[in-house]
Every structure is written in structure tokens, then in C-alpha cells.
């Protein structure tokens, strides 16, 4: 009877976590002002529902289906993984303790540790401007 019960609360535990780590962190959910290298400007939405979108200067509007697959700190920085049509990307924080920087990288290599990625930045992005490029 122990051994089930061990079982049973180990699979829930399990699939709580699966489900909870799926979901978009408030760090970085919500809405950002982002600049690609060659100047220009979006807005980029993290949704709860797992959705991100991208509306650049005249309105257009892109979304995609997204799900956050990893987070973790290597030294002060802190990132999160998402996965977005089959490819993954990181939500960057250079420094863990600012919350209005970030960067949107394209992982470019297969890696399965955070300091062995090697990719290409997307969007610089800040929660209340456009951030120079």
C-alpha cells in the first residue's frame, strides 16, 4: 500500500512540475519594447496562454505558439528557454537583479547546457522604451 501511494504522489508531483514549467515566467511574460540590430522596432508580447506576438511600426502583426522548456542562472545571468516552431530561443537577463533588460537569442548550435549555446541576438528588449541598438 506505501509503495503505491509513493508512486502515485511522485507521477503528481511530476506532472505538476511538467505543467507549471511549461507556462510563460512572470520574468518575462508581458509586453516589450524590442530593436533588432538593424533599428527596427516591435513590440513583442510574452503571453500566459503561450503565445508570442511581434507588431512592428505599421501594425503588422506576427504570433506564434511558444513553450517555455528551461530556466536557470550561470553566474549573473539569468535565462529562460522557449521553444517556438521547433527551434529554441532564450529570453536573456545579463544582469538577474534588472528585470526591464533583455535580449531575444536564436539558438544558432545543439547544446543542452546553457554555457555552451552559442546563437544569434534577436531583440535587444526593455519593458519602458525602445533600448538603443
Request: aromatic share 12%; charged share 30%; glycine share 6%.
Amino acid at each position: 500500500m506505501t509503495g503505491k501511494w509513493i508512486k502515485f504522489i511522485g507521477a503528481s508531483l511530476f506532472i505538476l512540475i511538467m505543467m507549471v514549467s511549461c507556462k510563460p515566467s512572470d520574468k518575462y511574460a508581458g509586453e516589450w519594447y524590442g530593436v533588432r540590430g538593424d533599428g527596427v522596432k516591435v513590440m513583442i508580447n510574452f503571453s500566459k496562454d503561450k503565445e508570442l506576438s511581434f507588431v512592428d511600426e505599421d501594425g503588422n502583426e506576427d504570433v506564434y505558439e511558444m513553450n517555455q522548456t528551461a530556466t536557470g542562472i550561470q553566474n549573473s545571468t539569468r535565462y529562460f528557454r522557449v521553444e517556438i516552431d521547433e527551434k529554441d530561443y532564450y529570453v536573456v537577463f545579463e544582469d538577474t537583479d534588472d528585470e526591464d533588460n533583455a535580449q531575444l537569442i536564436r539558438q544558432t548550435n545543439h547544446a543542452d547546457d546553457f554555457e555552451d549555446v552559442v546563437g544569434d541576438i534577436i531583440y535587444i528588449m526593455n519593458r519602458n522604451d525602445y533600448p538603443s541598438p
